[in-house]
């Protein structure tokens, strides 16, 4: 593959409103009680999307990065973190994953910024610290390692795809 040196790419508007609200409503109230745990203080919810058929815009984005090859969809999660939550630093090379979609459902929390890293053999190094808007998704290759920085006030919800 082909990446570019900076190995991520964020587009904003790729939901409208109304889908980021009807998301974060089916998070807080769609949620049945076997529903499993990503981390200990993450809630991740398993629930119906809007439609990214093959007319969404999120496709029509995929096509413009040069380092996105044909990739078919993964699993998908949707991920509550509220005030005190963190989710460590990790990457999602697990179930041939070959590229993360972080897509940002509110911005109206305090902290909570995505970090990403350069890749070295023992540790993680050199982070880049993003807070995109609600709408905006940010795509990486799943093997850069990221972690999220603790929610200090409100509540952060993001739904992650993965491609594979």
């Avoid at 496709?59 to 699993?75: A, F, I, P, Q, R």
């Avoid at 005030?83 to 940002?104: E, G, M």
């Amino acid at each position: 593959m082909n990446y570019p040196l900076s190995l991520f790419h964020i587009e904003d508007d790729i939901f409208d409103e109304e889908e980021c609200e009807s998301i974060i409503n089916k998070i807080e109230h769609g949620r049945n009680s076997g529903a499993p745990l990503m981390l200990p203080n993450i809630d991740v919810e398993y629930i119906h999307t809007p439609d990214l058929n093959k007319k969404h815009k999120f496709w029509d984005v995929l096509k413009k990065l040069s380092w996105v090859e044909e990739v078919e969809e993964g699993d998908r999660t949707f991920l509550k973190y509220e005030i005190s939550s963190v989710n460590q630093c990790h990457n999602d090379l697990y179930d041939d994953n070959k590229f993360t979609c972080i897509f940002f459902l509110n911005e109206d929390y305090r902290g909570g910024e995505l970090k990403l890293y350069t890749w070295s053999k023992d540790t993680c190094t050199f982070p880049v610290e993003l807070k995109p808007k609600t709408n905006s998704m940010v795509i990486f290759p799943s093997f850069i390692y990221h972690s999220v920085n603790e929610v200090k006030d409100g509540t952060r919800y993001v739904y992650t795809k993965f491609l594979k």
